[in-house]
């Protein structure tokens, strides 16, 4: 929390007071996700998505604790969480052909893709059948960010289709300790019909 600021008896306003400025990006990452929390509702995918993009832009974002991949699945890697139990950062490793089932998301979230492409196939809901019908595929490429709101207004499959493995960052609008319980919803998928 940061100090009370006094103000100025000739203005009337609070004196301008650089913010602290953590030099390690994933500590600034955080500060920025906060802030992005903290302002107003109507922009703040907007601003967790700028601050993906700074993000990933920092060469060495992550440790090699983060990078580590796993055999059989995709790695998720918790990075960090909010000490106010608002969001919590993972990086995600992709070896090659590994890929998320199709699903949505019981809370906001938002990624970016951190090292070599990642393939998205993107869904819509059909409310008459009560399944998810595939409605375009796209790469991803290092740099990439988007956000979602909880819903399904987002289904998708993410992955690597690629030979090397790649790396991505999630940050889902949730504690930490309820990321494995309380983010992703399976959707059951279907053909398109004529």
């Known amino acids: 929390m940061l100090p009370a600021r006094s103000i100025s008896l000739e203005t009337g306003r609070r004196p301008i007071v650089p913010l602290p400025t953590p030099t390690d990006p994933i500590a600034q990452l955080m500060a920025r996700v906060g802030a992005a929390c903290d302002g107003p509702p109507a922009i703040m995918g907007e601003r967790v998505v700028e601050a993906l993009r700074a993000a990933t832009a920092v060469p060495g974002l992550l440790s090699a604790e983060f990078r580590a ?49 990642l393939t998205e196939t993107l869904y819509e809901f059909d409310t008459r059948r009560g399944v998810a019908v595939a409605s375009a595929i796209a790469e991803r490429a290092s740099g990439y960010a988007c956000f979602a709101p ?45």
């Not at 796993?70 to 000490?83: E, I, K, L, Q, W």
């Not at 608002?86 to 990624?111: E, I, K, M, N």
């Not at 992955?159 to 300790?177: F, L, M, R, T």
């Open 150 to 194: 909880a819903g399904l207004e987002q289904i998708h499959r993410l992955g690597n289709a690629g030979d090397v493995p790649a790396i991505s960052i999630h940050i889902y609008g949730i504690d930490g300790s309820r990321v494995g319980t309380h983010v992703n919803r399976l959707i059951d998928v279907a053909e398109r019909k004529g």
């Open 69 to 117: 991949p796993r055999s059989g699945c995709y790695a998720r890697h918790t990075v960090a969480s909010d000490p106010a139990g608002r969001f919590t950062l993972l990086s995600l490793v992709w070896g090659s052909g590994q890929f998320s089932p199709p699903h949505a998301h019981d809370t906001w979230c938002a990624y970016a893709v951190v090292e070599h492409p």
